[in-house]
């Protein structure tokens, strides 16, 4: 079986880059929080990432020529950028709500966390199958 | 790297957030300040924000704060009448500042709120770097 190394790390690299790019964005609506007319924004994750693995296997299209194509394979590079909703708008059209930007951002981090530690997990295996040590 | 880009857009946020805290401390100290003619007087200050997206142009999602300008308060100044005061004019009247000290406490709170929030967001994303950097040991 041939080995890929760029496959290797599954989606989780993939994943890993949506969370970084969601921090920073989740950043910049804390930052803005006090600024008129700005808008919040984020990144739905979860559509990201299927995009990016490919659909499910019900939803898939019928190939029946060589050039149709198949959605998903999408980079998570493009991940779409979709405008928060607020529940109570501001007077000055700022739509940040500091509460749940900090919730977003503490969910986010950890769910950084976790990425990373699925990472390592990948690592450590692979580390073990070169090594040979049990 | 995203995540180093948090350090500009918090740190945008840090620096006009303490322009803020600045401005409104700078109001509280003169909210007595006394003089005798309309033109002398001290006004209230307030700092405009802006969101600033040419500085981070690999990351069109990235957006930092500047403070645009600072304008004086349209609102109308105090006069008060005081013959024996050293600094009345001619009629009597001597002139204090528009400084609401109500709206500048409400001003430095939030100001205070939201530079926590950003070291709070500078402070994780470090902590998420440093992790990352460790990936694989």
Known sequence: MRFDLDKAMGIHEQALYVRSRRTSLIASNIANSDTPNYQARDIDFKQVLRNVAGMNEGERLKMTQAGHIQPGGMSAQDAELLYRHPFQASIDGNTVDAQIEKAEFGQNAAQYQSTLHFLTGKITGLRKAITGEP | ?137
């Open chain 2, 1 to 137: 790297m995203s995540l180093l880009g948090v350090f500009d857009v918090s740190g945008s946020a840090l620096s006009a957030q303490s322009v803020r805290l600045n401005v409104t401390s700078s109001n509280l100290a003169n909210a007595e300040t006394v003089s005798s003619s309309i033109d002398q007087t001290y006004r209230a200050r307030h700092p405009i924000f802006a969101t600033v997206l040419d500085a981070f142009n690999d990351h069109p999602s990235m957006a930092g704060v500047k403070v645009k300008a600072i304008v004086e308060s349209k609102e109308e100044l105090r006069m008060r009448y005081e013959p024996q005061h050293p600094m009345a004019n001619e009629k009597g009247y001597i002139f204090l500042p528009n400084v609401n000290p109500i709206e500048e406490m409400a001003n430095m709170i939030s100001a205070s709120r939201s530079y926590q929030n950003n070291v709070e967001a500078i402070n994780t994303s470090r902590q998420l770097l440093l992790a990352t950097l460790r990936l694989g040991q």
